[in-house]
């Protein structure tokens, strides 16, 4: 199976300040279409998760454009420009090329 | 809006079966790939089956394969997952999720696998 490994396991920020949180694949997630199925999700305290980029760097509908995903190959990353109170929680990166999809343990945001 | 709601968890002893159901709405179900993906308490998460529009396609999560079946009746906009010799790791909330790669979710249901 591809293992998912995010970093840091948790990320103190100060309000208004920028956030980044790395993701890395043990093999290459390049799609035989082409794609790139690198998906990141927000799970808020108590909630279920919602996907908030999807194939490395498209928004999801409603997401706000201080959240933007880059990456390539095995190397990936979800930068928040300014955090929002409304950002903390756990953020997880998953691998949808290869069966079965796996996700990273988690990177738990939360404000200093 | 898109709506999915699970039912059908609760507390089963080691060996035991459930079923558990998603009701689907906002969308167009037979026409979407659908998904269960699982969250064991205080860990992460894992897909655990996944399903093609017509039902004729199905993947597993090696962990549950042989025992745990999934299924959809379109017609009844619902999805459905068959859970069978049931053991303490399978504890955990499943959530019902569009798509085959998932982007929307239910609020989940609680299975508790406990003697």
């Known amino acids: 199976d591809v293992v998912m490994t995010q970093s840091p396991l948790s990320l103190p920020v100060t309000l208004g300040q920028p956030a980044s949180i790395s993701c890395r694949s043990s093999?290459?997630?390049?799609?035989?279409?082409?794609?790139?199925?690198l998906n990141w999700f927000h799970q808020g305290p108590g909630q279920s998760p919602r996907r908030l980029i999807y194939?490395?760097?498209n928004r999801d509908s409603g997401v706000p454009d201080r959240f933007s995903g880059s990456g390539s190959g095995t190397d990936f990353t979800l930068k928040i420009s300014r955090v929002e109170a409304e950002d903390v929680g756990v953020y997880y990166c998953m691998q949808a090329t290869h069966w079965p999809f796996t996700f990273g343990h988690g990177t738990r945001l939360e404000i200093k | 809006e898109v709506h999915l709601v699970e039912s059908g968890g609760g507390l089963v002893q080691p060996g035991g079966s459930l079923r558990l159901s998603c009701v689907a709405s906002g969308f167009t179900f037979r026409s979407y790939w659908m998904s269960w993906v699982r969250q064991a308490p205080g860990k992460g998460l894992e897909c655990v089956a996944n399903?093609?529009?017509?039902?004729?396609?199905?993947y597993y999560v090696d962990s549950v394969k042989g025992r745990f079946t999934i299924s959809r009746d379109n017609a009844k906009n619902s999805l459905y997952l068959q859970m069978n010799s049931l053991r303490a790791e399978d504890t955990a909330v499943y959530y019902c999720?569009?798509?085959?790669?998932?982007?929307?979710w239910g609020q989940g249901t609680l299975v508790t696998v406990s003697s």
């Open positions: 999720a569009r798509q085959l790669r998932p982007d929307f």
């Open positions: 093999q290459s997630l390049v799609h035989s279409d082409g794609n790139t199925y």
């Open positions: 399903i093609r529009q017509d039902g004729d396609e199905k």
């Open positions: 194939t490395v760097s």
